[in-house]
């Protein structure tokens, strides 16, 4: 498996404003992908993170409130725009090593972000 | 019908004793199948990918039916360190995009 890591682990942060949320692995991996967890809910993807190119959005995820970087192939950045409560959640992102089935999927430790 | 479908529970068993679980998948043309666990504020952890002929890994055993569209998983000899959030997770597209999360079963171990 990999070592991933999220920064920031937590935050609070006020309506209206940005964060943004990095995504490290210790080796080089073709795919990323950032997940959100609501309270009491399970995980939903919001996006695949394309290295040299868009992200690829899930419906009902739009580029203008979650902007996605991937530079290269063991960093991403996830920004959650113009914050509402309804923002407030856990962000994840995960890896799948390896290239074929079963797309096995390797999940960072989470960003806890609470909107005020 | 949901997408995934499992057991919120709690499910709560004695140390020691065996339990199962079981998961619908509403997409029959899904690809791959995982069971993850997830303790309280953590990630999920895959625990163990789900084969057509049934896998086991110590005490877990993974079982997938492609007919009746289930997977299962049963634990035997429960340990109290058992205790977390089980995710049934089932990947219906072809890509590595399509992993769909059930909501989870909950188990509780009691000494």
């Known amino acids: 498996s990999a070592v991933i890591s999220q920064k920031p682990s937590r935050d609070i942060c006020q309506r209206g404003t940005s964060l943004t949320i990095q995504c490290q692995v210790d080796?080089?991996?073709?795919?990323m992908f950032w997940y959100r967890q609501q309270p009491g809910q399970s995980l939903t993807l919001i996006a695949t993170a394309n290295q040299g190119s868009e992200a690829t959005y899930e419906s009902g995820f739009v580029i203008d409130k979650f902007p996605i970087s991937r530079p290269n192939l063991t960093f991403s950045t996830l920004t959650v725009s113009n914050m509402s409560p309804e923002d407030s959640s856990i962000y994840l992102c995960?890896?799948?090593?390896?290239?074929?089935?079963?797309?096995?999927?390797?999940f960072g430790p989470g960003t806890r972000l609470t909107v005020t | 019908r949901k997408e995934v479908e499992q057991d919120p529970g709690p499910f709560n068993v004695p140390e020691g004793a065996t339990v199962a679980f079981n998961c619908t998948y509403s997409?029959?043309?899904?690809?791959?199948f995982f069971w993850y666990r997830q303790d309280c504020r953590k990630e999920p952890k895959l625990l163990m990918s789900?084969?057509?002929s049934g896998n086991e890994d110590g005490r877990f055993t993974a079982q997938l039916n492609r007919a009746s569209q289930y997977i299962s998983l049963l634990i035997r000899d429960s340990k109290l360190s058992d205790s977390a959030t089980y995710l049934c997770v089932v990947n219906s597209r072809r890509g590595a995009d399509g992993l769909t999360f059930g909501k989870g079963t909950h188990l509780i171990i009691q000494p």
């Open positions: 997409n029959s043309a899904s690809q791959s």
């Open positions: 080796s080089q991996v073709t795919m």
């Open positions: 995960s890896v799948v090593l390896g290239q074929g089935l079963p797309y096995e999927q390797y």
């Open positions: 789900v084969y057509s």
